[in-house]
């Protein structure tokens, strides 16, 4: 008689196949509601993909493709460039709800469909299933089946026969590569796995994402896991969590786009875009205070994107402003290229020392420093001080053309929304200086329209947490492991910032080159 003891391998996902394994599973499938809310660390930061990177230049490829030889990519391409982009190759994983998105859906459940779930219960709400659609049909574990609808495709995976059964690894590689053919045969571009914790678990949905890049490896499918993790208020706090979201110091009365990125990171309901905008739109602060922008018809000049944060800074002074009561009377803006965090520094005075000095106690002393500064042609960057600074960092110093304030036209541009901040939160209690700090918050916790990511995210692989934000699960682990994940994170977001701005780039000069022949 063998003695009870675990096999080496196992055909379950679980490794698990002892009584107490199957009591603990049996108790996380029945309390699935629990799991929302705990670590989603598991996926995002135990990414497969980002810690496996193929070295062959496939998203190297694509981007140069996409410039269409105006602008080429870096030659010193940066070790944190991953070939195989999920942008292009890959299973990207994010916290949101897949309902925000148009993707084809994909979801799992079981041969016995009597059991029903959240994410089945939101699909017949949306329209997107009939009430009793599963109902007499004979499901085969392994199989994955097509929905025809009149929104999008969606694929449903029969991943096991009943709720309490363990999910058989061959069954998951049966319906990923099922899933495969289907939508190979569909001609569908994207996709989206919802993840449910009802039929499968953390662990279960942790081996889908590692086995669907091996699958779906060289397919010019786009896939995203939606972790379905973002809690849903109640209908009576939607309008303190927009107003906090829009009119707070930290969010600095952006726009509807602006203040709907940034709920949509913590909070998820219907129709919550609608909401937002029709909350702006009665912004009465915001129809006084927001400037009017005159837009720019001529083409633009494509700037090469950096390879790290803070290799490149642009520099500038802003103002001169009233006086405070501190005596400031100038603002010296710093912005990096990549991730466009800015620091803002109050000044006495736009001369060489107040330079010098915010160089090295906020940007080298922190950063280190830079390889490049973009400044205009002012005395207070142009002069002595400033060159011999310069050779001692060994940091090449650009100046931007002469009456051309378009060349700096990123730094121009948080100028403007650092007015609308200035204009909106300054009165006879607090002075523009005591403003700086949290403007600059606002700005780096705000998510970037050119590189899809808070400056803040880019810099330092994470979301900046707001008031009104839960508070993260906690996290127990070795102090190597939170070393490997936070840069593995880290490279995985600065790569998308590097190749979404590259992109963003090419999007505002085709439509400037449009405007321009349209004259």
């Known amino acids: 008689m063998k003695p009870d003891t675990q096999p080496a391998v196992s055909d379950s996902v679980n490794e698990s196949p002892s009584e107490t394994a199957l009591a603990r599973d049996k108790d996380i499938y029945e309390n699935n509601s629990t799991h929302h809310e705990q670590t989603a660390r598991q996926l995002l930061f135990d990414d497969p993909i980002s810690s496996k990177q193929p070295k062959n230049t496939a998203a190297h490829t694509a ?12 030659k010193d391409k940066p070790p944190w460039i991953c070939s195989e982009n999920p942008l292009f190759d890959g299973l990207t994983i994010v916290r949101n709800h897949p309902f925000k998105f148009n993707d084809n859906l994909v979801f799992a459940m079981t041969a016995s469909p009597h059991l029903k779930s959240e994410m089945l219960d939101a699909l017949i709400e949306r329209g997107y299933l009939p009430n009793d659609y599963f109902e007499n049909k004979q499901m085969i574990v392994g199989e994955t089946y097509e929905i025809h609808n009149t929104f999008s495709h969606m ?37 989206g796995l919802a993840r449910d914790l009802t ?11 590692e086995h669907f890049n091996t699958i779906f490896k060289g397919s010019h499918i786009k896939a995203t896991l939606y972790l379905n993790n973002l809690p849903v208020p109640p209908v009576e706090n939607r309008f303190q969590l927009i107003k ?7 969010a600095g009365h952006r726009g509807s786009n602006t203040t709907y990125n940034r709920l949509a990171c913590d909070y998820y309901w219907r129709n919550m875009r609608q909401d937002v905008e029709a909350f702006v739109k009665r912004c009465e602060c915001c129809q006084k205070e927001k400037l009017i922008r005159v837009k720019t018809k001529l083409p633009m000049i494509i700037t090469d994107t950096t390879s790290r944060p803070f290799e490149k800074l642009s520099l500038d002074f802003y103002g001169p402003l009233k006086h405070s009561s501190r005596k400031n009377h100038y603002v010296l803006t710093m912005q990096d290229w990549l991730s466009k965090f800015i620091i803002l520094t109050p000044c006495k005075k736009a001369n060489a020392h107040e330079v010098a000095k915010a160089l090295i106690e906020r940007v080298i002393c922190y950063f280190g420093p830079p390889s490049s500064i973009l400044t205009d042609n002012g005395t207070h960057f142009q002069n002595n001080l400033l060159r011999d600074l310069a050779n001692i960092f060994k940091i090449t110093k650009l100046r931007s ?20 901040y200035l ?7 607090m002075q523009w200086d005591d403003c700086l700090s949290l403007a600059q918050h606002a700005y780096n916790t705000t998510q970037h329209e050119s ?15 707001t008031p009104t934000s839960f508070a993260p699960p906690k996290d127990y682990y070795a102090y190597d492991d939170y ?37």
């Open 155 to 191: 694929y449903c995976m029969i991943v096991k026969q009943h709720i309490k059964d363990q999910c058989r690894k061959k069954d998951i590689l049966r319906c990923l590569n099922n899933l495969k053919r289907l939508v190979n045969a569909s001609h569908v571009a994207n996709i």
């Open 401 to 420: 053309c002469v009456y051309r304030p378009q060349t700096q036209g990123a730094i121009e541009r948080m100028h403007h929304t650092l007015t609308e």
């Open 483 to 519: 070393i490997k994940d936070t840069i593995t994170e880290l490279s995985h977001v600065q790569t998308l910032a590097a190749m979404n701005l590259q992109q963003a780039k090419h999007r505002r000069d085709d439509i400037l080159a449009k405007r321009a022949s349209s004259r």
């Open 199 to 209: 039929f499968l678990n953390i662990r279960e949905w942790q081996y889908i994402s």
């Open 451 to 465: 590189t899809g990511f808070s400056p803040i995210e880019v810099l330092l692989g994470f979301k900046a947490r």
């Open 63 to 74: 981007l140069a493709k996409y410039s269409a030889a105006k602008a080429r990519p870096p």
């Open 423 to 429: 204009k909106k939160y300054t009165n006879e209690t």
């Open 244 to 250: 906090e979201y829009h009119e707070s110091s930290s």
